[in-house]
């Protein structure tokens, strides 16, 4: 949010590496949840990347209501088609119903327990860790230490995904100690919960770190 490619933190990522070595493709997109990142992991790994850096944020959006996730995917169309329209009413429309607006809104599981999330979400994890495996290509995992901890279990999924990447000898990194030295003002956007330019430039430091350390990169 709010950044030219350049300045999120694949792009900063970009920068440290040098672009004569390694060319970084962000293909993030913003909402998605494990079971999206790892349908969209098995579209792109026909380009046969060197290296995968998965970024999590949080472990909510699971597809287990059918009904919900049909009644989410009308209301988004409709909200789609009036935004074509009219900017104005489709922010009125936003304030009527904003739990089905966004492309997470139908997946988003808040009340289900935070070991329950874990179970429904490990699978879509296993699946990217057996599709980088097949195609030669490391995987790495990171769980951006959120501003709204508590709300989301932040902590709770750092520590279980660490944990993953040990028992299954995958690349993992942490940047909450880094982020840790900062008020959480300097990392959010103002008024907004997106990452600021200097989370996303110490984000890319950690993550430049680990690739060195582990030789993935020279």
């Not at 990142?37 to 059918?66: A, C, E, G, N, W």
Request: net charge positive; with cysteine.
């Amino acid at each position: 949010a709010a950044f030219q490619d350049g300045d999120t933190f694949p792009g900063q990522l970009q920068k440290m590496i040098g672009e004569k070595k390694y060319g970084i493709i962000n293909a993030g997109v913003s909402g998605y949840g494990p079971f999206q990142i790892s349908r969209l992991l098995h579209h792109l790994i026909k380009y046969k990347p060197t290296i995968v850096l998965i970024q999590f944020l949080d472990f909510m959006r699971v597809p287990l209501y059918r009904q919900k996730i049909i009644k989410g995917k009308r209301r988004l169309q409709f909200y789609q088609r009036v935004k074509r329209i009219s900017y104005l009413a489709a922010f009125l429309l936003k304030l009527t119903s904003r739990r089905y607006v966004s492309i997470r809104g139908p997946y988003m599981n808040r009340k289900l327990d935070k070991k329950v999330l874990w179970e429904k979400n490990k699978k879509y994890l296993d699946s990217m860790c057996d599709l980088c495996k097949k195609s030669g290509a490391e995987l790495v995992f990171l769980v951006w230490p959120a501003s709204e901890a508590q709300k989301i279990h932040n902590s709770y999924f750092r520590e279980r995904v660490t944990q993953y990447c040990q028992e299954n000898k995958i690349y993992g990194f942490d940047a909450a100690k880094t982020f840790s030295y900062y008020r959480d003002s300097e990392l959010k956007l103002e008024n907004d919960a997106h990452p600021s330019a200097l989370a996303n430039r110490l984000a890319a430091k950690v993550a430049y770190q680990c690739l060195k350390e582990n030789k993935l990169v020279s």
